[in-house]
């Protein structure tokens, strides 16, 4: 393989890379903007009690952002 072409692949790699850390960022706030829904559209008593861990998200967010880090820690 020419050094252009390892080049050309691994400068579509890097914005591969950046694409996914994007989404993955992006699904990681996910149970805030739902929260955030739910404090706008129900009752107030009920939008001070609501907790991630009623939808059982207590381990989405920290599984996210782990996985976030060891990817930026093997493409950086």
Known sequence: MSQNTREFYFGYTRIFMTVVLAVL????????LYMAYLSLTQSSTLSL???PADLGLENYRRVLIHFHFFVTWKTV
């Open 25 to 32: 960022s992006a699904l990681a706030l996910l149970p805030f």
């Open 49 to 51: 009690q609501w907790k």
